[in-house]
């Protein structure tokens, strides 16, 4: 939990007062939040699956899983690590919805993404540094929301106002952040429990602030 959200304060008050989530939004952004934290499983579930769906048959086994670990893994990485970061890499993607089944060969499949997930997802990344674009980056790829697919459930968005002409792209964005998108668009909370939430996120800040201190240290030091 601290690897995962530590890094996004706002993004875990967000997460917190959020009450009425359901379990398969809670679990995509979980997803999302692993690719921002973890480059191996962003590489993997944003560009490995996403090619291998261009295949004749969209499925993938462990083995194929392994050789692409080792080609873009550490190479000081043992083949025991090889094959069981291949395991948690199918593990985390058959929770998050990308692929089907436990035995090879896996189908490859997309979850289905609710408007509010996708909303957070965008209101997340404009103020996140990642490689890509809104419109072309591994979160949403990931998910199989790209181009024209992506296009269109941006138009229905409530919270924003997308607009393409020719090549010139128009966000137009109803609320300044992620934490003033939560606060219009999901149920409002008990001003106490507002208060707790609050209060957890500044720890939660400044426990990633001291980590994130902890490990430029030992950096030093090695």
Wanted: charged residues 25%; aromatic residues 10%; glycine residues 4%.
């Amino acid at each position: 939990m601290e690897t995962r959200f530590g890094a996004f304060p706002e993004a875990l008050w967000v997460l917190h007062r959020w009450q009425a989530i359901t379990p398969d939004t809670r679990v995509i952004i979980c997803h999302w939040h692993l690719q921002l934290t973890d480059p191996l499983y962003r590489a993997f579930s944003g560009d490995f699956l996403i090619a291998r769906r261009q295949a004749a048959v969209p499925e993938v086994y462990r083995n194929t899983v392994i050789t692409w670990v080792a080609d873009n893994g550490r190479s000081n990485w043992s083949l025991a690590t090889r094959k069981q970061l291949a395991t948690r890499l199918l593990s985390v993607a058959l929770c998050a919805g990308l692929i089907s089944g436990r035995r090879d060969p896996r189908s490859l499949i997309f979850p289905r993404i609710a408007d509010q997930a996708l909303e957070y997802c965008l209101y997340l990344l404009r103020n996140v540094t990642f490689s890509g674009s809104l419109l072309d980056n591994p979160y949403l790829r990931s998910v199989g929301l790209e181009g024209a697919v992506l296009e269109a459930r941006l138009r229905k968005l409530s919270s924003l106002n997308f607009q393409r002409t020719g090549d010139l792209i128009a966000f137009d964005w109803r609320y300044p952040s992620l934490s003033a998108w939560a606060e219009a668009e999901l149920v409002p909370v008990h001003p106490s429990l507002d208060n707790k939430i609050r209060r957890v996120s500044r720890e939660a800040a400044k426990s990633a602030k001291m980590l994130s201190s902890l490990r430029s240290e030992k950096n030093r030091q090695d």
